[in-house]
C-alpha cells in the first residue's frame, strides 16, 4: 500500500486538521515508511507465541462472585438529606 499526496490531505481533512502543501508534502515519505514498517512486522513468525497484555505477569485480584441481598436499606438511606418510605426523596423537577 502505498500513500500519495491527495490521500494525505483527505486525510488530514477527515481529521480536521489544518495541512499545508508543503507540510502534506512532507508527511507522503513519512506515512509510507510507517506502512513499511507495518508491512514488515506482518512478515514476522509468531506462531506458539501467546498475546500478553503486559510485560510483567499480572494476577487480578478479584471479589467472590456471590450474590447478596444487600440489606443496608437503612445505613445508606442515612446518608440522604431526606428519606421517605425508604427511599430518597427529591424536590420535584416537572411541574
Known amino acids: 500500500m ?3 499526496l491527495q490521500t494525505v490531505k483527505k486525510i488530514a481533512s477527515l481529521s480536521r486538521i489544518s495541512v499545508t502543501d508543503a507540510e502534506a508534502e512532507a508527511m507522503v515519505p513519512e506515512l509510507n515508511n ?19 497484555t503486559a ?6 485480584r478479584l471479589r467472590e462472585d456471590a450474590v447478596t441481598d444487600g440489606d443496608v436499606r437503612d445505613r445508606v438511606l442515612a446518608n440522604a438529606p431526606q ?10 423537577v416537572i411541574e
Open 83 to 92: 428519606a421517605e418510605h425508604g427511599f430518597f426523596a427529591v424536590p420535584k
Open 55 to 60: 510485560v510483567i505477569p499480572n494476577k487480578l
Open 2 to 4: 502505498s500513500i500519495d
Open 34 to 52: 510507517i506502512l513499511g514498517w507495518v508491512e514488515q512486522l506482518g512478515e514476522v513468525d509468531v506462531t506458539g507465541v501467546e498475546p500478553m
